[in-house]
């Protein structure tokens, strides 16, 4: 792991509790899927390099906030609320590719053009054609 990714990581971590506790709290399984959808979609933005750590970091915790209300508070979830919380992971991933696919476009679209680069994108060799 590089230095760099230490904060994101810790966002991710952030989002992820956030996503939990909207899941515990509220008990919206609509919400909690559009949190972790735009958790992720920012974390695949701003690191599109192995999109899928952000589905295991911020969607983890969904589930894991389900198993600490009923070990410390006995609340036994529904089997539809321990499903839900499992649904995180659907809206993780398309969140996180997505959110890479944003970053390639943007990419693209406002890369600087290099030195040798036609205007097309395409490499310029350097040989001239000639049409006879």
């Known amino acids: 792991?590089?230095?760099?990714?230490?904060?994101?990581?810790?966002?991710?971590?952030?989002f992820g509790i956030c996503a939990g506790f909207i899941e515990v709290k509220l008990g919206d399984i609509l919400i909690t899927a559009v949190t972790v959808l735009a958790s992720t979609l920012v974390l695949g933005f701003l690191r599109p390099?192995?999109?899928?750590?952000?589905?295991?970091?911020?969607?983890?915790?969904?589930?894991?906030?389900?198993?600490?209300?009923?070990?410390?508070?006995?609340?036994?979830?529904?089997?539809?609320?321990?499903?839900?919380?499992?649904?995180?992971f659907v809206t993780g991933i398309a969140g996180s590719y997505g959110g890479g696919m944003i970053r390639l476009g943007v990419d693209t679209l406002f890369r600087k053009q290099e030195q040798g680069d036609s205007p097309r994108g395409h490499r310029d060799t350097g040989k001239t054609e000639l049409n006879h």
């Open 1 to 14: 792991m590089r230095r760099s990714d230490v904060p994101i990581y810790g966002l991710a971590i952030l």
């Open 49 to 88: 390099q192995r999109a899928w750590r952000w589905i295991a970091v911020v969607g983890v915790f969904v589930p894991l906030a389900r198993i600490a209300v009923y070990v410390v508070f006995g609340q036994k979830p529904y089997k539809a609320q321990v499903w839900a919380a499992a649904l995180g």
